[in-house]
Each structure stands twice: as structure tokens, then as C-alpha cells.
């Protein structure tokens, strides 16, 4: 939420975002969207000027919470997605079939990277001819053998040219 959301509110404030787009935030803590919302404040600059493009923001941010490890979980996770793309594209595309992208953003341990993006390749990528994505942040592994490892698992569950490695201390 420090460094991710920032950048999400400039390029949003900025009108880089396209209007149908809507972050959904999902972790293990049991929490509100309102209280997400919150926690991120102190991250974002926001000027008396920018309050109703901030509103617009904050009414793209949805949250939901569940186990990183349960098929359930992630099953609900699509549902959830899936109810908030279905009611931005009939508040911005009434009328038009428009394909779901989706981009996931894991700021995960790496204890966790496992679970969580089979879980994903089996319950939440887009099905409707929308693309998909998965941006890991975070060491990717501890060293050289984890690294291959978690390398080869997600070249199973993933084409290279949906992956994405951002890997502060390889920099």
C-alpha cells in the first residue's frame, strides 16, 4: 500500500487510467474497504484541488479478505471480481460487451507465492478472452534454488509474457 497505491492514485488522478478499471484488494486481514481506504492516506498527497477525482478513486477500490491456501477462498475471490467488473462495465459501458483484464499484484512472502498463484490460474483469471497478469513483488527466493523453483512453477501456470518480477534486491 506504500508504494503501489500511490503510483495507482498519480496515473488515476493524472486521467492515465482507462474508466473501467476497479482495484480489488485482497489479503488474510478481515478488514472494511472504508478502513483499506484509510490506511492508505497517509501515502497518497492529495490536494484540496483533486478531492472529487480522489472520491472517483476511492469508489475503484473494493476489497475482500481470505486464505491464501484455500481453494474456497480464491473461488470467492473470483465471484467477488467478477460482481465488481459486471457493475463497472454497466456504469461505463451500458450496452457493450467489453472483455475483463485482469492484473494481479502479489506483495506476497515468498512462503506463499506457491499457493496463491496456482490458486489464481485455477479460480481467477479472466475467462472472457480479457488477458491476464501476475506481477510478483518481493525476493523472488531466498537464493538460487529457490528462485529456479519458484521459476518453474509459475512457467507452469503461466506464459512468460504474463509474468512480471520485480525483485528489489536483484535491483
Not at 454497466?90 to 475483463?100: E, F, L, M, N
Request: proline share 5%; net charge positive.
Amino acid at each position: 500500500k506504500r508504494k503501489i497505491f500511490p503510483v495507482l492514485w498519480s496515473l488515476f488522478r493524472d486521467g492515465l487510467i482507462p474508466q473501467g478499471v476497479v482495484f480489488v484488494g485482497y489479503a488474510r486481514s478481515a478488514m472494511t474497504r472504508e478502513k483499506l481506504i484509510d490506511s492508505l492516506l497517509p501515502f497518497l498527497k492529495v490536494n484540496a484541488e483533486h478531492k472529487l477525482v480522489f472520491q472517483a478513486f476511492c469508489d475503484r477500490i473494493q476489497y475482500t479478505s481470505g486464505a491464501y491456501d484455500k481453494e474456497e477462498a480464491f473461488k470467492a475471490l473470483n465471484d467477488f471480481t467478477n460482481g465488481q467488473e459486471e457493475a463497472i462495465k454497466k456504469k461505463c459501458y451500458p450496452g457493450h460487451t467489453v472483455k475483463s483484464n485482469r492484473v494481479f499484484y502479489l506483495a506476497l512472502p515468498p512462503s506463499v507465492f506457491m499457493p496463491v498463484t496456482e490458486n489464481i490460474k485455477l479460480h481467477c483469471l479472466s475467462r472472457d478472452g480479457g488477458w491476464n497478469r501476475v506481477i510478483i513483488e518481493k525476493p523472488f527466493g531466498k537464493d538460487l534454488d529457490s528462485s529456479n523453483l519458484l521459476a518453474h512453477h509459475l512457467a507452469r501456470h503461466f506464459k512468460e509474457e504474463e509474468i512480471y518480477r520485480i525483485d528489489h534486491y536483484l535491483g
